[in-house]
Each structure stands twice: as structure tokens, then as C-alpha cells.
């Protein structure tokens, strides 16, 4: 599928560890990947379920994919699972 920008999915998870200030040090557990075309989300695809944090409540966040050296082309997955 040719897209403008991939996203990846992901779940801010807090750690027992604590950063120099005495902050719990957040970990981020991602999810899947969203796919971003035409100026809007088009599509998600989680390959993990978000889990509630100790208040219920389920957070997710989109991060731009950063490209890896030796992507040729990270836009195009390779087939449309929406067409």
C-alpha cells in the first residue's frame, strides 16, 4: 500500500525505575502501526492489545516512523489490506 507517512502505534507503560529527578521512567510498548495518507489516518493494524493502566484507562500515541538504513521504500508495505 502506498502511503504519505507511517506511524508507529505505541503505549506509554511506567517503570518501577526512576530517572535522576525521582520520576518514574516511562517505557513506550509499541502496538502496531498506523498509516497515514491524503492528510488523515487511514488505517491501524495492532499487532498487540493496549492494556489498562492502574486507572483503567487505555492511552496509545502515533510516533512518525523513522526511516532505517536500508528501507528501500517505507511507504509501500507491499499489498492493501483496505482495497
Do not use: C, H
Not at 39 to 47: D, N, V
Not at 64 to 75: Q, R, T
Amino acid at each position: 500500500m502506498k502511503v504519505d507517512k507511517l506511524f508507529d502505534v505505541v503505549q506509554p507503560k511506567e517503570t518501577d525505575k526512576l530517572d535522576e529527578s525521582g520520576k518514574p521512567v516511562t517505557r513506550w510498548q509499541n502496538l502496531g502501526i498506523a498509516f497515514y495518507k491524503e492528510g488523515k489516518i487511514t488505517g491501524i493494524k495492532l499487532e498487540a492489545l493496549p492494556v489498562p493502566d492502574k486507572n483503567g484507562e487505555i492511552w496509545i500515541r502515533l510516533f512518525e516512523k523513522k526511516e532505517k538504513p536500508g528501507m528501500a521504500n517505507p511507504g509501500d508495505s507491499g499489498g492493501d489490506p483496505w482495497s
